[in-house]
């Protein structure tokens, strides 16, 4: 893991950053270019501008770590009003929830019953995508993905290509036939847990997408969808799709708000699923960080607004 990466990890969790961050223009007009605001208006106001260009929405309202029960309740309202907000203005829209905010940290059975609440009010055909987060949540995470994939088809969960044990999560996954979106990973974890270097983790994503594409084939995934904007690694998945025999929608590509804008409308044109994640919320500090961490030219950007504040 590179220097600048590890810092930038670091400093996501970092409580004083946290709390001065959004005191400062030029980190919030930097954080403008990921998200469209911090209100659900904005993220539905978006949602709408993307569906014109035939690009799909998922929602996530940002927030982590939650350790009061009213908290996490409230947390649980809101989706349910997201989901009624996007049922009346008919859009192609999903959400994207972390368990942590539902108060995994309290209690598991407490959790599931407010993820089971929102589960339930979402649209059949619609997925309920959960999230995955730091290393040390995958085995609550996982466990409560099965037992709600066991009530309910229409729930998805996310995997990071960069754990080692993220290739046999996905084999013990895939006889429940599940619906997964396969991520690179964002956290700050140390190399006994995770590939270490960017090289192995590529490969290791692919490797990993050439198995959901596969599973999908046989029936064995219902939803095969591939977080990244690695516009090298969507073409050698994209041509693996087409071995496989999948029509160009078959192939999915889910994307964050702001990032490759380009390639987003690209693969809207040529007729795939491209779908784009829309962020909002006032707790966007350490997921914004996380960003920056991802990729370079993301920290390039901020830069430039430093000096253009």
Known sequence: MSLMRSVLLAAAQNRWLRDRASHYKFVRKSVARFMPGETLDDALTAAQTLRSKKIGTVLTHLGENISDRSEAQQVTDHYL?????IRQKTLQTEISIKLTQLGLDLSPDFCYENLKTIIMRAAKESIVWIDMEASNYVDATL????????????????????????????AKL????????????????????????????????????????????????????????????????????????????????????????????????????????????????????????????????????????
């Not at 009003?81 to 907000?85: F, K, N, Q, S």
């Not at 066991?150 to 993220?166: D, H, I, S």
Request: glycine residues 6%; positive net charge; charged residues 25%.
């Open 174 to 309: 895939l006889p429940l036939r599940p619906s997964i979106r396969l991520v690179k990973g964002a956290y700050n974890e140390p190399p006994e847990i995770a590939f270490p270097r960017k090289a192995d983790v590529d490969q290791n994503y692919f490797a990993l997408g050439k198995e959901m594409l596969h599973a999908k084939k046989e029936q064995r995934c219902v939803r095969a969808a591939f977080g990244t904007h690695d516009i090298a690694m969507i073409r050698r998945l994209s041509e693996e799709a087409s071995k496989e025999g999948f029509s160009r929608a078959d192939f999915e590509v889910q994307m964050l708000y702001g990032i490759q804008r380009a390639e987003q409308e690209r693969l809207a044109a040529e007729g795939c699923t491209s779908i784009v994640l829309v962020s909002y919320g006032t707790f966007w500090y350490p997921w914004f960080v996380r960003r920056l961490a991802e990729r370079p030219a993301n920290l390039g950007f901020m830069l430039r607004n430093v000096f253009a504040s």
């Open 81 to 85: 009003e997201v989901l009624e907000r």
């Open 143 to 170: 466990d409560l993905y099965r037992r709600a994939l066991g009530e309910f088809p229409n729930a998805g969960v996310c995997l990071q290509a960069y754990l080692y044990r993220t290739k046999n999560d996905l």
